[in-house]
């Protein structure tokens, strides 16, 4: 195989036999427009390397050197400190927490996103209105969404006096062990639901509504057309859902650090701020890149099965 | 031939923008002058401003230019900065705790040569803290003590006379707490409150008091001991304060100050800054006084503050340190420091001259404040200590107390910081 650059490198002046002239214009013909494509992508690919696929090579690299300050600079230690992290009761603890909170939120999230665009795209009084409410929370920058739901969380604050309206024992939410993930995915899920609603009304919007009339001829109840007809038709809205969804749940940090930095007893412990502890407050860079590493295979296997199971149902 | 010019143009415009990205930071025109100095910290502006205006004043031609960075921020900024050896750094702005660790990594620039200045200037707490393997590393500029406010009007309800500012007249904490229950049958929504609700700052005097000690402990101060007798009764009673609705569950840092201003807690443990803030909010009749100990216990308060440094890549390392000379061991420097806020400076003739201005933001509320840090700086303060571990070690603590508070039964969750504190320090050999 020829390098494209070799070709476009031949000089000139060294003209060939008149015979061979026609293949090379053609070739050139050919290059030139990959060329001028890759000139222009060359910022975007530039971008890639420099800001993703770099970094990437620093982390993995990183995460085979070790060394404390006192042992004087950095060495490779190959695969200790991957070792050290599955042998850390501390770490075993925070990656089943994060399994725990990614198998139970991403369901959650998406089943309500999808319920609250299939209510909203109803023809019905002030549905736009309520629309908005719900997406409202997305403008509301993360670290202030924390902060508002920290006093309704407090013993004396909102989420108790509510519950004492109804008549209910005060919870002790974000101080207690068995409480306080729940807390943190209702937090999470009144500022994502909103948004993920958003592109599954895009969804619902494009279903032709010949196909909901042609049902209701036949008989078929609201209930029935939902689910033969809204569900498998946004399926593909529902995937890009479900899969961002997942990766942003596995990135959430900002709440957990406002709120609960890790506790009570590491219950909501999260990967995404175990590494920021271990890299920024415990200073161990190295061992938070291992981490790094293990989130990203983690995230992209989830997201791989994902895939893999919507693929099946396309081909089913 | 239109092909390959369009082909060019999007090359040079790569070009062009990886170049400018490049380029920023040298066209900067304050590092290629000697006379810059430049100072990072995680302070308004505004606080260092007189400080700033007063060295310039003083050394013509000389300016100093300064960076904030938000608190949060301020660790990590500093270790990727100086890791990659930024000179834009001159001086910096290092939490007192942290000295030993700067030094050992080689961040800090060694001030040997100001020791016996240095130790003239302040206590030999604030002087102890910037020493490290017998070399001097920062200068004090700040400390810090703790006190306890009082809102007299809920003791008058539970009819308890209320304490006074002298030492000698030190409440303990078990009369405290006592106290603090009559007054919630009095009213009072909670009986006692700390402003640092997990912070090691001010749960270390429990300990001490208790002769937990610090915690760490060895030669060279890197075995973990908070398991022993004293940790563990004072944690224990720290849990029970909690367990008893005595102090509120759930009401983070930045949260506690307002319920002391807004009337609801009886006694309540903070620092200098405090008095400005309820000369401001506080509309009841309170005072300050002495932070308790325990029956039978040391009186033991907290110290120490912050320290600058110079970086070590620095071009300007002589104007640098004169500006640090300027702002730690000068009275009038180190006095400009504390103009725009409300913390002690470390130097001992500044702390004489700022510690009336201070009583004085209270009114009658505040009276005999400056007697009493003087005193407690003086006698009782036990700083935190100097160890190349203190980072890891704070953190794990304060994640220890946090869980404490929260119900966590204390002797295990104190074993467990221990030896998430000892593997966290097997990384640093």
Known sequence: ?316 | MRRVSLALVALSATAALALSGCSASSSDPGSADGSVVKLLGAEDPATFAPVISAFEAENKGTTVKYTQVPFDQLSSTLQQRLAAKDKDIDVYTVDQPNVSQLAAQGFLEDLSDLKDQAKKATTPEQYSVNVYQDKLWALSVWNSTQMMFVNNDALAKAGIAAPTANPAERWTWEQTVDAGKAAQAAGSKWGLLFEQVEGYYQLQPLAESLGGGSGITGKDMLTADVTNPGWTKAMQWYADLYSNNVSPRGVGGFQTSPVFADGDVPFFIGGPWDVGKFAENAKFNWSVVPMPAFAGGKAVTPNGSWSWGINPASDHKDAAKKFLEFAALNPAGNLATTEKTTIIPANTEAQAKYLPTLEALGGTHSAGVADLITEEIKTTAVPRPVSVGYVQFESMMNKAFADIRNGSPVEARLKDAQSQIEAAWKKLR
């Not at chain 1, 508002?148 to 519950?163: E, H, Q, T």
């Not at chain 1, 959430?252 to 920024?280: C, W």
């Open chain 1, 1 to 316: 195989m020829t390098a494209p650059g070799a070709r476009i490198q031949r000089p000139r002046a060294a003209s060939p036999l008149p015979g061979t002239r026609r293949p090379r214009r053609r070739s050139r013909l050919v290059w030139r427009p990959t060329l001028v494509a890759l000139a222009f992508l060359s910022p975007a690919l530039i971008g890639l390397v420099l800001l993703r696929l770099a970094p990437a090579v620093v982390a993995f690299w990183q995460s085979l050197q070790g060394g404390g300050i006192l042992s004087g600079g950095e060495h490779f230690v190959g695969l200790d400190n991957y070792v050290e992290l599955f042998s850390s009761a501390d770490f075993i603890g925070s990656l089943l927490v994060t399994l725990l909170f990614t198998v139970i939120i991403n369901p959650v999230q998406v089943a309500i996103a999808f319920l609250l665009a299939v209510l909203y795209t109803r023809r019905a009084a002030g549905s736009g209105f309520w629309r908005s409410l719900v997406i409202l929370p997305i403008a509301v920058p993360p670290a202030v969404s924390a902060v508002i739901w920290s006093v309704i969380y407090r013993p004396d604050g909102l989420g108790n006096a509510f519950l004492g309206m109804l008549g209910l024992p005060a919870q002790p939410f974000l101080t207690s062990p068995t409480q306080s993930l729940t807390a943190i995915m209702v937090l999470l899920s009144w500022v994502g639901v909103g948004y993920w609603m958003l592109f599954l009304i895009a969804g619902i919007n494009d279903v032709p509504t010949e196909l909901y009339e042609a049902a209701s001829l036949d008989g078929a109840s609201a209930w029935r057309q939902l689910w033969t007809i809204t569900f498998p038709l946004v399926r593909r809205p529902l995937a890009f859902v479900l899969v961002a969804d997942t990766v942003s749940n596995f990135l959430v940090f900002a709440p957990v650090q406002i709120l609960t930095k890790g506790g009570p007893e590491g219950s909501t412990n999260l990967l995404m701020h175990d590494i920021f502890n271990r890299a920024y407050t415990l200073g161990d860079l190295n061992t938070a890149q291992a981490e790094v590493i293990i989130l990203v295979l983690l995230t992209l296997a989830i997201v791989a099965v994902q895939f893999r199971l919507l693929k099946s149902e396309d081909a089913a």
